[in-house]
T-cell receptor, first 116, second 109 residues
Framework: IAGITQAPTSQILAAGRRMTLRCTQDMRHNAMYWYRQDLGLGLRLIHYSNTAGTTGKGEVPDGYSVSRANTDDFPLTLASAVPSQTSVYFC???????????????FGSGTRLTVV | GQNIDQPTEMTATEGAIVQINCTYQTSGFNGLFWYQQHAGEAPTFLSYNVLDGLEEKGRFSSFLSRSKGYSYLLLKELQMKDSASYLCAVMDSNYQLIWGAGTKLIIKP
């Protein structure tokens, strides 16, 4: 593993089903984030975690939950998927919450989710 | 509300120079980022500005004017591989990143 690994790469999901998107990083970054990216819109923050054991809500948290049991893993769960959750989901991490300085945020390759 | 504006699409010629503008209105300011995103891929970090002025990094430069709420990304000696979307993002007073929708840059031979 080098950087951030997301799984699955893509998924078609029936509405009402539960799904967990996986995210693992090997950089020992303290902060992790989940974003969704929709055509014509900027990246929107769903949830974040400043450090293991803590999580916070972003701009669009409804319908999503996260956990941060350890430094490396930050799964995102859709409890009951709806079509409006069709999007590309990116996991990201940074050495500190501000993500400033060299390197900024490191992003995973994304999960393309279609809810039908 | 918070807002980041950048052009939706720009076209430029291989070997030329292009400037991508970004204007912002946010609650507080803790720096401005530029990211590059090729189609179907993850965004990758290009630059970070927190003080006014120009930061140069190879063929790419980024400028910031905090008083005007304005930044630009300057790309020189354009190559075909520079065809991508360029995302402007501002970190607000709560250290949350506010993202623009991105500028799709098309490079023509």
């Amino acid at each position: 593993i080098a950087g951030i690994t997301q799984a699955p790469t893509s998924q078609i999901l029936a509405a009402g089903r539960r799904m967990t998107l996986r995210c693992t990083q090997d950089m020992r970054h303290n902060a992790m984030y989940w974003y969704r990216q929709d055509l014509g819109l900027g990246l929107r923050l769903i949830h974040y975690s400043n450090t293991a054991g803590t999580t916070g809500k972003g701009e669009v948290p409804d319908g999503y939950s996260v956990s941060r049991a350890n430094t490396d893993d930050f799964p995102l769960t859709l409890a009951s998927a709806v079509p409006s959750q069709t999007s590309v989901y990116f996991c990201a991490s940074s050495d500190e919450f501000s993500g400033t300085g060299e390197g900024g945020y490191t992003f995973g390759s994304g999960t393309r989710l279609t809810v039908v | 509300g918070q807002n980041i504006d950048q052009p939706t699409e720009m076209t430029a010629t291989e070997g030329a120079i292009v400037q991508i503008n970004c204007t912002y209105q946010t609650s507080g300011f803790n720096g401005l980022f530029w990211y590059q995103q090729h189609a179907g891929e993850a965004p990758t970090f290009l630059s970070y500005n927190v003080l006014d002025g120009l930061e140069e990094k190879g063929r790419f430069s980024s400028f910031l004017s905090r008083s005007k709420g304005y930044s630009y990304l300057l790309l020189k000696e354009l190559q075909m591989k520079d065809s991508a979307s360029y995302l402007c993002a501002v970190m607000d007073s709560n250290y949350q990143l506010i993202w623009g929708a991105g500028t799709k840059l098309i490079i023509k031979p």
